[in-house]
């Protein structure tokens, strides 16, 4: 057999190969400060339940709008930013009994990677770093709109995914057992985490 007619199959593969188009690569975004909510509920005697939010976060993540792949979420929320909208409640919670935002001044939430639940729903299983303890935590997130915002510049309109995402955790896994035991201050904290995200 000639040499040419070995090589004829590889010239081919290497053909098709090239004509093949290119995987598409994850972008990496990053939360819009201005349009970023992080907040929280938590019950009060029994009676009602008050709504908290802090008021800076940032954070990032990288991800596949071909594929709908996500990885590397990072998000960062500044502890003594809280805000409860009663100034000595807010004292309170910043303080050694809630928050200790002295000592811990950064609550972060890290996953590797999501697992896709839907055409646009996510479970996103990672890490809730508080008090200086992590614990497991999964936020239940809903890939709301893609789309380049009408709001940029004449230059460059920048382009931004939108999130809505829930989850919860229980305060005394992290230690903060303030109330706990007598029921006045609720043990499970629901999380309410609404953001746009711009594409880099």
């Not at 050694?96 to 299983?125: H, I, Q, Y």
Request: aromatic share 8%.
């Amino acid at each position: 057999m000639r040499t040419s007619a070995l090589l004829l199959p590889l010239v081919l593969c290497a053909h098709l190969l090239a004509a093949m188009p290119a995987q598409a690569q994850a972008a990496r975004y990053e939360l819009d400060p201005d349009h970023t909510t992080v907040a929280f509920l938590v019950d009060h005697i029994g009676y009602a339940k008050v709504l908290g939010m802090f008021r800076s976060a940032r954070g990032s993540y990288r991800f596949d709008e071909a594929t709908a792949t996500l990885s590397d979420v990072r998000i960062e929320v500044e502890t003594a930013s809280v805000f409860s909208n009663q100034r000595k409640r807010d004292d309170h919670l910043k303080g050694p009994d809630f928050l200790n935002s002295g000592e811990f001044p950064r609550m972060v939430f890290t996953a590797a990677s999501a697992k896709r639940t839907g055409e646009r729903t996510f479970e996103v299983a990672g890490q809730l770093e508080l008090l200086g303890k992590s614990q497991p935590l999964t936020l239940q997130a809903t890939w709301n709109k893609s789309a380049e915002s009408p709001l940029g510049g004449p230059l460059r309109k920048p382009y931004v995914m939108g999130v809505s995402a829930r989850g919860s955790f229980k305060r005394s896994a992290y230690g903060m057992n303030y109330a706990v035991a007598n029921g006045w201050v609720g043990d499970e904290v629901p999380l309410i985490v609404e953001f746009e995200a711009v594409r880099q």
